[in-house]
């Protein structure tokens, strides 16, 4: 019941800055949301996630560089993504994971609904 769109991806130069944007719809709240990509020919990997009680978390490659933040009246979760590398490019998906909170947060098997994507692109 809970429906995600991303938004905010596209082409930039390496060293440049992008902001990704997921709204959802439905019920989010005591919930985690989270970003994961996913670059051709390897696994969806954890990029960043925030709780219900504003805890935030981060993969050791983008720290540092990325800011995940959330507007709770919108229901909306970003990722600021600066200092962009080509490395970074992939298809960015939201998540949401109900109920939970802590050590899960970085597995995309313990979230619950998916949006269909966004694609980052990061040229040098």
């Known amino acids: 019941q809970v429906q995600l769109v991303e938004s905010g991806g596209g082409l930039v130069q390496a060293g440049g800055s992008l902001r990704l944007s997921c709204a959802a719809s439905?019920?989010?709240?005591?919930?985690?949301m989270g970003w994961f990509r996913q670059a051709p020919g390897k696994e969806r990997e954890f990029v960043s996630a925030?709780?219900?009680?504003?805890?935030?978390y981060y993969a050791d490659s983008v720290k540092g560089r990325f800011t995940i933040s959330t507007d709770n009246a919108k229901n909306t979760v970003y990722l600021q993504m600066n200092s962009l590398k080509p490395e970074d490019t992939a298809i960015y998906y939201c998540?949401?994971?109900?109920?939970?909170?802590?050590?899960?947060?970085?597995?995309?098997?313990?979230?619950?609904?998916w949006g269909q994507g966004t694609q980052v692109t990061a040229s040098s």
């Open positions: 998540a949401v994971r109900s109920g939970f909170s802590g050590s899960g947060y970085s597995n995309r098997r313990e979230y619950d609904y």
């Open positions: 439905g019920r989010t709240s005591r919930s985690t």
């Open positions: 925030i709780s219900w009680i504003g805890v935030s």
